[in-house]
């Protein structure tokens, strides 16, 4: 019975919580991670300044197709700027949501 208790106590709280100094290279990660985030942000910033543009250009040309797709890329360039500019705040909460879960 000893066995069979010390097996369900090892299922249910294996006792591993993130570490941060567990890793050589944790800083220069960060700043990979950090230079990633910078590179998207930018590519975000032109996607939107052509968007905005191919949807000016439909609208005042006549091209529907045109202005509907500038649309939809202004759209995205602004969800994907939400997204990247929330993302440590999103992980944040569903690891500490995670770590609720018993």
Known sequence: MFLADAATQLAFDPGITPNEGGLPGLSVLKQVMGS??????????????????????GH??????????????????AGAALLIGA????????????????
Do not use: D, T
């Open 60 to 77: 005042h040309s006549g091209g529907h197709q045109a202005e509907a797709n500038g649309k939809k890329g202004v759209l995205v360039s």
């Open 87 to 102: 993302a440590n705040g999103i992980v944040a909460f569903f690891s500490g949501l995670g770590g609720q879960v018993h």
């Open 36 to 57: 990633i985030n910078l590179f998207g942000i930018i590519a975000i910033v032109g996607a939107l300044a052509v968007s905005a543009g191919v949807w000016a250009w």
